[in-house]
């Protein structure tokens, strides 16, 4: 069965410094995941999504996220947070279904 | 192009009323889903469905029942809430065409308080 964990329920980071959210899922055959950000009172809007090819995936508002299959990860990173970036992320799995599988989110704080 | 609307937004409801929620898209996507969110629980599928005409349960399906009737609407009833579906609700949709398009597309939200 393929199930997603954000070890991560809250962060706190001073504004203009760099971020990286983790993401860990369990999926027996090459996952597809995608990285959502939902603003409070807001639906979730996709930041970026890994199905191959490149490792490295580059998203919306300046965020990246790696898969690393060896370490069944897909961490969400930003070099330099800014204060609108406060929000919540949910990682996701999908699979060949069109089934996804969502974390409990990380929710994101930003200190000025 | 609205993508993926709800309707209502928010409703409050008595201990045992039935309601229904509305999820439109305008996408012809075929994969149309419901989800609940709740507070350190994520998102947790309730009903979906792969085309017109059919539907299946996902992972909190009790209490809930769905339709699609329509290829762009698929919508959730409660016949008899109870606070316990106290929640807010997303509808999804997803295309099974391409892969580059492999992704959900969600609605605003409706958030339900059953008192």
């Known amino acids: 069965a393929q199930s997603v964990t954000q070890p991560d329920i809250h962060i706190t980071v001073s504004e203009g410094a760099s971020l990286e959210l983790r993401c860990n899922y369990s999926y027996g055959a090459t996952p597809y995941l995608f990285w959502y950000v939902q603003s409070p009172g807001q639906g979730l809007q996709l930041l970026l999504k890994y199905f191959s090819g490149d490792t490295l995936v580059q998203g919306i508002k300046g965020f990246e996220a790696e898969f690393k299959r060896s370490q069944s990860s897909f961490n969400l990173r930003k070099p330099s947070v800014h204060w609108s970036d406060a929000a919540e992320y949910f990682c996701?799995?999908?699979?060949?279904?069109?089934?996804?599988?969502f974390g409990t989110g990380t929710s994101l704080t930003v200190i000025p | 192009n609205a993508g993926v609307t709800q309707t209502p937004k928010f409703r409050v409801l008595k201990t045992g009323q039935s309601m229904t929620l509305l999820c439109a898209q305008d996408m012809n996507h075929e994969y149309m889903y419901w989800y609940r969110q709740d507070p350190g629980m994520g998102l947790r599928l309730i009903h979906y469905?792969?085309?017109?005409?059919?539907?299946a349960k996902g992972e909190v399906p009790d209490g809930y029942n769905v339709s699609r009737l329509k290829k762009q609407n698929f919508l959730l009833g409660l016949e008899s809430a109870a606070p316990s579906q106290t929640s807010v609700y997303f509808c999804a949709s997803s295309s099974a065409r391409q892969l580059s398009s492999y992704e959900q597309y969600f609605g605003p939200g409706t958030r339900l308080t059953v008192t």
């Open positions: 996701a799995v999908g699979n060949t279904g069109n089934q996804f599988y």
């Open positions: 469905s792969v085309g017109e005409g059919t539907t």
